[in-house]
């Protein structure tokens, strides 16, 4: 597990700025305390009062049966989360702007709740024509555009669980998604921006359809208008059954549990894993954070600039934000397209209060240097958020002084796909910050940090991040597999849910999350399962076996070192490294290519076959092994290797 550095454990408290605490919500570390007492002591009336945050058609009466590792949240409640998005502002904010878009190209459009609504009702009833339904999965393969989320309320607006697929994504990894969820109907568009080029999505879409017998139908928005393959039997174009569905479109009233969607996390292990979320507990959490944690006002404009594709883009571009009525800006493209200074470009073009991005994007802006910022009036900005991995203590303050110029509280968020929402994270007007920690669990969160059975660690001393009591938004199972979920996040830490993160507390009890205990890459925020990479590896067919690690960069957060061994009679050289890279790319997206492949004539394994990744990202960082290899059946083979390393540089 991962050592920390104790020098950070001393950064010095950073408390709110008065000002930002005079009108916040929550204005103190005491009243924080209050709040996260009374949630502690008596948790089901805590949520039980909170359930007023959303509208529901029938109240529910039960807040919580748990029959570990089961949940089931406010259960015998009703309500549509589309109506709580979008149907329950109308009456006095109809036309309250809900999203403002920009592409990558510059093009922009706007729609108030209103003309959302509208919009969201009309595919509701193109999705009914097509003959889906209550509880039907449907894949969304989109880029960032105001369809995308259009389609996902449309999805719940009649009960039919959403599937997005994030657009960097090759046709074989769709194709298992799309495999796994059972998916009828997809919905993508002729193609997206990113840094100018043209992504094929269609095309795409058609590869990983060939595979996908489940799929009636493709529903295509027009983005590009470039001419793209067609199946008339099969394709339909978005902008010709939206406008001639009808207008108004029922939002029926739904169970509390029933699902909402299905979201995959990279996985460690080959099979993509499905996470599952449901309606009320969901939204509830996620409504209440967004209110809490980025302490929204009826006057902010607030940009969380990840990619709808991964959860943040779920819980704090959708259904979060607007549930609470907010204006959400949303871009297309890439940050530094066609310059670094594009994010501040969209901030000072929309009057930006609230931005929320992801560590690694922090870190690529800092590297870029001030000068990109300071070209831009970024004074309407009163608050700033982290969030994907741990943020290195400079960056924080980088952002903080540079971006935030000291003024705005920066809230780090610690969350994952399957906690649904936030739940450790500074409340930006009560908790003094410490750069490079998610700082205090939110009222009604019971983190902890604790040894393998599940006894709590020391100060400063490495451990298992655990939470230790369900909460609304938690995953109810990963989707057809029962067993993994209960394996893999009840199974480990007696009495407890799993985080698979590491990390310590403080003196003060603060949270320092060190990263994931398993084998997952993020590269520049994208999240990349080892096994998936290997698989890709594998498949080519001048490769025997592979095992994937990563090392630290700078930028990236994280860069991709692959170990391969070839098959008997295929020598190593310079072009078969590129045509592994471009084959594991078009398997599974750019965004996976290794940073290094390395020709292993053999991989380190344990005794019972398992390949030791531990000693190869040793290797990757370092150079050469010390750590244990007692357990090795073949001690040359690392030898070997890190022997090569030394004659290729
Ligand atoms: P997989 O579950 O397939 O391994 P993933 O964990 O990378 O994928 P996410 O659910 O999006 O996918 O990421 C959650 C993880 O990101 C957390 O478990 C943690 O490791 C990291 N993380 C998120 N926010 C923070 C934060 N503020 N500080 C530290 N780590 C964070
Ligand atoms: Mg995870």
Not at 65 to 92: I, M, Q, S, T
Not at 497 to 506: E, L
Not at 510 to 539: C, N, P, Q
Not at 627 to 636: A, I, N, P, W, Y
């Amino acid at each position: 597990m991962a050592e920390f550095d104790p020098k950070v454990l001393a950064e010095r408290p950073i408390s709110p700025p008065a000002e930002f605490s005079r009108q916040a919500r929550v204005k103190s570390l005491d009243e924080y305390r209050r709040l996260y007492q009374r949630a502690v002591d008596d948790p089901e009336s805590y949520w039980a009062e909170q359930v007023r945050l959303l509208d529901w058609a029938v109240p529910p009466t039960r807040v919580l049966e748990w029959n570990p590792p089961f949940a089931r949240w406010f259960y015998d409640g009703k309500l549509n989360v589309a109506h709580n998005c979008l149907d329950r502002h109308l009456a006095d904010k109809g036309e309250k702007v809900a999203l403002l878009w920009e592409g990558e190209d510059g093009s922009q459009r706007r729609f108030t709740y209103r003309e959302l609504h509208e919009q969201v009702c009309r595919f509701a009833n193109v999705l009914k024509s097509l003959g889906i339904g209550r509880g039907d999965p449907v894949a969304l393969y989109m880029p960032l555009i105001p369809e995308l989320p259009v389609a996902m309320l449309a999805c719940a607006r009649i009960g039919a669980v959403h599937s997005v697929v994030f657009g960097g994504f090759s046709a074989p990894a769709l194709a298992d998604r799309i495999a796994d969820a059972g998916a009828r109907l997809l919905v993508t568009a002729d193609g997206g921006y990113r840094r100018g080029k043209l992504i094929a999505l269609k095309e795409a879409a058609d590869a990983a359809l060939a595979h996908c017998p489940t799929v009636e139908k493709c529903v295509v928005v027009r983005r590009t208008g470039k001419p793209i393959p067609w199946q008339p039997d099969r394709d339909l174009w978005w902008h010709e059954l939206v406008p001639r569905a009808a207008p108004h479109c029922p939002a029926e009233p739904m169970e509390a549990e029933q699902p909402l969607f299905i979201l995959y996390t990279s996985g460690t292990t080959g099979k993509p894993k499905g996470v599952l979320h449901t309606s009320g507990g969901y939204l509830l959490q996620c409504t209440w954070s967004t209110r809490l944690v980025f302490d929204l006002r009826e006057d902010d404009v607030y940009w969380c600039a990840a990619d709808i594709g991964w959860v943040t883009g779920h819980s704090y571009v959708v259904y979060g934000p607007l549930s609470n009525a907010a204006t959400v800006v949303l871009y297309e493209g890439a940050p530094d397209y066609p310059q670094r200074d594009r994010t501040w470009e969209i901030v000072e073009r929309y009057k930006v209060t609230i931005y929320y991005g992801s560590a690694t994007g922090i870190r690529s802006f800092m590297a870029w240097g001030d000068e990109w910022v300071s070209r831009h009036n970024l004074s309407s900005l009163r608050l700033l958020g982290t969030v994907g991995e741990p943020i290195n203590p400079e960056a924080w303050k980088w952002y903080h002084r540079v971006v935030g110029k000291g003024r705005c509280p920066v809230v780090d968020t610690w969350w994952q796909t399957e906690t649904g929402s936030i739940l450790i994270s500074p409340l930006p007007g009560a908790t003094p910050a410490k750069p490079g920690s998610a700082t205090l669990p939110l009222p009604g969160v019971v983190a902890d940090v604790v040894t393998l059975e599940g006894k709590p660690t020391r100060p400063g001393e490495t451990g298992y991040l655990i939470i230790r009591r369900p909460w609304p938004s938690m995953l109810r199972t990963i989707f057809g597999d029962d067993e993994r979920y209960r394996r893999d996040y009840w199974g480990r830490i007696p009495g407890a849910y799993f985080t698979g993160d590491a990390a310590q507390r403080d003196d003060d009890g603060y949270f320092w999350v060190l990263g994931r205990v398993d084998d997952v890459i993020k590269v520049a925020g994208h999240r990349l399962s080892t096994m998936e990479i290997e698989s890709a590896l594998v498949s080519h067919p001048a490769v025997a076996e592979s095992a994937v690690v990563a090392r630290p960069d700078e930028i990236k957060g994280e860069a991709i070192v692959a170990f391969v061994t070839l098959r008997a009679g295929v020598s190593p050289d310079s072009d078969l490294r590129n045509r592994l890279s471009d084959h594991v790319a078009a398997m599974i997206g750019a965004i996976a290519r290794p940073a290094e492949i390395r020709f292993a004539q053999g991989l380190p394994k344990t005794r019972s076959g398992k390949i030791m990744r531990r000693l190869l990202r040793e290797l990757a960082q370092k150079g050469t092994v010390s750590g244990d290899t007692t357990t090795l059946e073949d001690l040359s083979v690392i030898e070997r290797l890190a022997q090569q390393k030394g004659e290729e540089e």
